[in-house]
């Protein structure tokens, strides 16, 4: 976002009539994974005089701290210790932590874990990566969006600045899924399209509500099902339990505001509100439309006693893209029109604790998604495209855990859900006017048992049936991780068989009705070692082989040879017989802030193939084969920050445009038997952020600015045919700036 005169004079009326405080507070919960609260656990700020116990409750406070960043230690006999940095105390307002510990499975482990940034499970070591919500918040190059944060991952590559969409160890954009508070999303982006993928910059999540965002990208657990790439297990926080505040936000594309607070004795919630702004200012100067959106989200928690634990979670938001006939004119485009879009989610659910064994987790939930709109050629008038779907879902979701003793324990349950999709569209002169309904139910179990003082193992088995199919589909899964001698390395091996619904879209043209789920066997080797406590290095090879997978049939004199879980189109002529290979080594170093600095490094080397329907074997879409990420921030002081993100990414592969046919033809003609063989230049961009905090005895202003592709870079998207080869790039050199005052 540009600076702003109006936003000026709102910070310098803040700094001239607020008063500097100089002290705030600690607070928060003790608890065991089940949620039992934990009364005497020790709890120290790193490096200071203050530390305090947990109460009967499990409850601890610190007060009358000097404003800062501190690192909270806790520890607890019998129990995994736990350390948290960037522990933010300003006035005005609690950093207000849940902290789960997890027993010691063997005495060997306290080596691992002790004075450990990175957290370890006990019987519970599934492979993912976490983020807190300070984590999230400050990372340069994001905007705040999860995708964009994830994306500095060496397992994800990302198609560029102006897309939500992720792939994952050489997935497509439909393969990943997300849950909130054990309720599933059907989208994290404002502007998600039918067939799954995002088509916008702006994400649905407000990531000020995040508490913790749990990634998986290797082997994850029976529990999270009809995915192949990946799942993100998001924790929405609970709202403050003492007293009324919330914050007022302007950022990239949008303003907001937050706000929390008590319910009565046992209940909270958390709201928030965000708008765009940009389409606002447009119409102001007439300078043409932009995409706009809002969002509404909220949770509410009821909490009567330690064993029972009630979540409403609701997640609104409504998107518009609208270009007119003059503005595709003097932009050079080929169509105008409008997309509208709109998706609700809402659920309960509800967290039982039955003994200090075990507990579960149950939620019900109904979401909907609605596009409407149309598009016509700038020129002629003719209409190119209309969409008017609707899609309504209702999941069930139940998760049990029992643990047998600090060396055993086992997770099962069930999950069901049934979703009504509408289709009414036209595109690529295919039009289908169709309802269609899918039930899928699931029954997944996993158990962990140590086996020695070294290695645990856990076995799964996901049991999957739909009614479309009309069968019974298994998903086994292994994990085994070893501790190896010197008490700071491990190997980790997973392995499993992934099931996904085909497309939804596809199921709706009667032609394609045949088609099955798409299957993968996927198998990785990690390699971890701890360098120091802040400091976790980890490498990893990886395979994944698909089968089942959408291809169009070679029947059909105009099939393009897709992958169609990389490329959604409206066709008819969609088969259940591609195969596909994925296999890379990934490289990762991780640095916590435990001093004045942070930092991530990570690269990978991949190759993502298919085999089309005449069995050449071609590249995915997004077979950039090569990512590096490097990531770091400094933090002298505690009231600024700078940081800095490098990213660089292989060429996407592409289709060359047969040149003398696209004249002949007054239209875009391809080398079809060159299909993926093309690549676009590397990709590389720089982005740099600073931020600055001030406290005041009316509130707290955290301001930022940040530089997006600071070294101005031409990196080219994609080629296209408008009487030449012309091309379509990514962002060039863009400030960003915004910031947000707590009260």
């Known amino acids: 976002m540009f600076c702003s005169t109006y936003r ?27 949620g039992l609260p934990l009364p005497g656990a020790n709890i120290q700020l790193k490096n200071t005089q203050y530390g305090t116990t947990s109460d009967v409750n499990g409850e601890f406070e ?16 019998g129990y995994e210790p736990v350390i948290y940095p960037d522990v933010w105390v300003r006035p005005n307002a609690y950093d207000k932590i849940d902290i789960l510990l997890t027993q010691l499975v063997i005495e060997f482990d306290r080596v691992l874990v002790e004075d450990s940034y990175f957290k370890n499970s006990g019987l519970n070591q599934d492979h993912s990566v976490t983020f807190r919500n300070d984590e999230i918040r400050r990372a340069p190059g994001s905007g705040q969006e999860i995708s964009r944060i994830l994306n500095s991952l060496p397992s994800v590559a990302s198609v560029g600045e102006n897309r939500q969409d992720m792939m994952v160890r050489g997935g497509g954009p439909t393969e990943n899924g997300f849950i909130i508070d054990n309720i599933p999303i059907p989208s994290i982006s404002h502007f998600s399209q039918d067939d799954g993928r995002s088509n916008g910059p702006i994400g649905l999540i407000n990531t000020e509500m995040i508490e913790s965002l749990e990634f998986y990208s290797n082997g994850f657990t029976a529990k999270y099902g009809n995915r192949l790439s990946s799942y993100g297990d998001i924790v929405y926080r609970s709202g403050n339990t003492d007293k009324v505040e919330g914050n007022l936000s302007l950022g990239l594309g949008g303003a907001g505001t937050l706000v929390e607070g ?3 004795k046992n209940s909270t919630y958390i709201f928030s509100f965000r708008r765009s702004y940009l389409d606002v200012i447009a119409g102001a100067l007439n300078a043409g439309g932009l995409p706009s959106y809002d969002d509404i989200q909220g949770k509410i928690t009821f909490q009567p006693n330690h064993y029972n634990t009630f979540t409403l979670l609701s997640v609104n938001g409504n998107s518009l893209y609208e270009r007119t006939k003059e503005d595709a004119i003097n932009e050079d485009q080929t169509n105008y029109g409008n997309r509208k879009n709109k998706q609700h989610t809402v659920g309960i659910n509800y967290r039982k604790i039955w003994n200090q064994s075990s507990f579960s987790n149950s939620s019900i939930s109904y979401s909907s998604q609605h596009a409407n709109g149309y598009f016509k050629d700038s020129f002629t008038g003719a209409l190119t495209s209309r969409a008017n779907n609707d899609m309504q879902s209702y999941s069930f979701r139940q998760i049990n855990q029992t643990k047998f003793s600090n060396k055993s324990n086992v997770e099962y349950g069930f999950e069901s859900s049934s979703k009504e999709f509408r289709y009414d569209f036209l595109l690529n002169d295919l039009s289908s006017s169709q309802s269609i309904s899918i039930t899928n139910t699931s029954f997944f179990s996993t158990f962990r048992y140590l086996l020695t003082s070294k290695l645990l193992v856990s076995t799964g088995m996901r049991s999957e049936w739909n009614d479309f199919e009309k069968k019974q589909l298994f998903s086994p899964r292994l994990n085994a991780k070893y501790n190896m001698q010197d008490g700071v390395s491990a190997l980790i091996y997973n392995a499993g068989r992934y099931i996904q619904n085909p497309p ?4 709706s043209i009667e032609q394609n009705r045949s088609i099955t789920s798409v299957q993968t066997v996927q198998q990785s080797l990690t390699y971890e070692r701890l360098i120091s406590s802040s400091t976790k290095l980890t490498f990893a090879y990886y395979q994944k082989t698909y089968s089942n997978a959408p291809i169009l049939t070679n029947q059909l004199s105009s099939s393009e040879p897709l992958f169609l879980l990389d490329r959604l189109a409206m066709y008819s002529g969609v088969v259940s017989s591609g195969k596909s290979e994925a296999e890379g080594f990934e490289f990762l170093v991780e640095k916590k802030r435990a001093e004045n600095f942070y930092g991530l490094f990570g690269a990978t080397y991949f190759n993502a193939k298919y085999k089309d329907f005449n069995g050449i074997t071609r590249n995915r879409d997004y077979n950039y084969q090569y990512i590096v990420n490097v990531v770091g921030g400094y933090r002298p002081e505690a009231d600024w920050e700078f940081s800095v993100r490098w990213s660089l990414f292989g060429g996407k592969p592409y289709t060359p445009i047969d040149e003398v046919s696209s004249v002949i033809s007054d239209g875009e003609v391809l080398f079809m038997d060159r299909w993926n063989e093309s690549r676009t230049p590397a990709y590389h961009s720089l982005f740099l952020r600073y931020e600055n905090h001030r406290n005041y005895d009316s509130g707290n202003l955290i301001f930022f600015v940040e530089f997006w592709n600071a070294y101005n870079r031409d990196n080219v998207e994609t080629y296209y045919w408008d009487d030449r080869v012309r091309k379509v790039s990514y962002f060039n050199f863009i400030p960003v700036g915004g910031f947000e005052f707590e009260f």
């Open 262 to 264: 008590p319910i009565g």
């Open 62 to 77: 610190f007060s009358s701290i000097p404003n800062g960043y501190y690192v909270l230690t806790v520890n607890y006999i």
């Open 8 to 34: 000026t004079v709102f910070i310098q009326f803040l700094l001239i009539s607020a008063s500097i405080a100089q002290e705030g507070g600690i607070k928060g919960i003790v608890s065991d994974i089940s």
């Open 504 to 507: 939804e879209i596809y199921l």
